[in-house]
């Protein structure tokens, strides 16, 4: 009687083994495993990628700049009038952009 007894628990012990293995995978199906993460970016790094993008940014207000003064230099040889009107929207738009 006491092997009978012994073998129920070896049993449950067995298919509790089993079925925690089992959802394991059933959730990595469902959910999909973790991207191996990543080393933390190093100084240098942000260093470089923040001057980078000051570069850009340098770069694009210059260039707002110059479209900026070819619209002031149209503006100045116009007449008042629709066309005129036009341009000053486009400038102002620019100017959206600059800022």
């Known amino acids: 009687t006491a092997a009978a007894a012994a073998v129920p628990e070896v049993e449950a012990f067995r298919f509790k083994k089993v079925k925690k293995s089992f959802s394991y995978s059933k959730m990595n199906r469902l959910f999909g495993r973790g991207k191996p993460k990543e080393p933390p970016p190093n100084l240098t790094d942000a260093i470089s990628n923040?001057?980078?993008?000051?570069?850009?940014?340098?770069?694009?207000?210059?260039?707002?700049?110059?479209?900026?003064?070819?619209?002031?230099?149209?503006m100045k040889k116009m007449r008042d009038g629709p066309s005129k009107n036009m341009i000053k929207q486009r400038a102002m738009r620019v100017l959206k952009q600059k800022k």
């Open 50 to 74: 923040v001057d980078s993008r000051g570069e850009s940014i340098e770069k694009k207000i210059s260039k707002l700049d110059a479209e900026l003064m070819k619209y002031k230099d149209q």
